[in-house]
């Protein structure tokens, strides 16, 4: 998937000590990009927009 162009963010829930850090871009047509900010060129998890939104609804369930 051709992630140029992307406009990583840091998630939220990501700390503020340089550790374990997700960032995510989501201003691409039709493609949710996650990946690891500690790793810029790695690899990237692609979502589509819809299964975003189901994944990250889950994911705040108490």
């Known amino acids: 998937m051709d992630m140029t162009g992307a406009q990583w963010r840091k ?3 990501s700390g503020s ?7 995510v871009a989501d201003n691409l047509p039709g493609v949710v990009g996650v990946r690891d ?3 810029p060129t790695g690899p990237v998890l692609t979502f ?3 299964a975003w939104r189901a994944f990250v609804a889950h994911a705040r369930r108490p």
């Not at 000590?17 to 960032?23: A, L, Q, R």
Request: glycine fraction near 12%.
């Open 48 to 50: 589509t927009p819809r």
């Open 17 to 23: 000590n340089g550790g374990s850090c997700v960032e």
């Open 37 to 39: 900010s500690k790793d």
């Open 11 to 13: 998630s939220s829930r």
